[in-house]
């Protein structure tokens, strides 16, 4: 089994996915390109001691930028949506 810390890159913090926890109760992720479902399901299970029901996964194409007269690519990536159970949460910005 792969590190989960290697499957689980950051969490995503936007305006959509505060809305998603709030209302859902799911929390967004930034994963590696080749996890599966099950790997990232049981990554987030052991990093966050909760207990996860649905995992959704999106794979997000990388935007095309230019650096002067060169042009590339940005990285593909791949997002995951994690549903947790009830009574379960992750908490990112604790209260001070």
């Known amino acids: 089994m792969r ?3 290697t499957i689980i890159l950051k969490p995503v913090i936007t305006e959509k996915s505060m809305f ?3 209302k859902n109760n ?4 930034w994963v590696a390109p080749d996890a599966n479902k099950i790997e990232i399901k ?3 299970e052991n990093l966050f ?3 996860v029901e649905k995992v959704q996964t ?3 194409k ?3 930028k230019r650096f002067g007269r060169y042009e590339g690519r940005r990285p593909l990536r791949k ?3 994690v549903r947790l159970a009830p009574g379960h949460t992750i908490d990112f910005f604790e209260s001070v």
């Open 3 to 5: 590190d989960p810390r």
């Open 20 to 22: 998603l926890k709030e």
């Open 26 to 29: 799911q929390v967004t992720f």
């Open 42 to 44: 049981k990554a987030v």
């Open 49 to 51: 001691d909760v207990k």
């Open 58 to 60: 999106i794979r997000v």
């Open 62 to 64: 990388g935007k095309p």
């Open 79 to 81: 997002k995951a949506i």
